[in-house]
């Protein structure tokens, strides 16, 4: 049974040298027909084809240490829902224009939700 796993393994794994390696940090591994790609274009029309203004927002732990607490990603969850629904222009949030967008800060949330099991 080793043996059969050990030949498929070889087997399919043989192109993954020649396989062309491509990583665009606008993009980032978003399907090629995604709804994002439709308004990222609109967007480039708009503004005569000028990159999008992106904002990031990295958090650190005051004490320096590591962001895997508990505690650390409740206040991180808490700023971003901070973020999306505190501060409204003419009473729409960011969670309700941002569609697809939204989706960036799933895994801090999907992750938060599940340390806390352990925890």
Not at 1 to 24: C, G, Q
Not at 33 to 49: I, K, N, S, V
Not at 76 to 89: C, E, M, N, Q, S
């Amino acid at each position: 049974m080793a043996k059969v796993f050990l030949i498929f393994s070889i087997i399919f794994s043989i192109r993954i040298p020649f396989t062309e390696k491509r990583d665009d940090i606008k993009t980032g591994y978003t399907p090629v027909h995604a709804r994002a790609f439709d308004e990222m274009q609109a967007y480039l029309q708009f503004y005569d084809g000028l990159d999008p203004v992106l904002l990031y927002v990295i958090i650190t732990a005051r004490d320096g240490g590591s962001m895997n607490r508990l505690a650390h990603l409740n206040q991180t969850v808490a700023l971003i829902d901070r973020v999306g629904k505190g501060f409204p222009v003419r009473n729409l949030t960011f969670y309700d224009i941002c569609k697809s967008f939204c989706d960036a800060n799933e895994p801090v949330l999907q992750y938060r939700v599940n340390l806390s099991f352990f925890f």
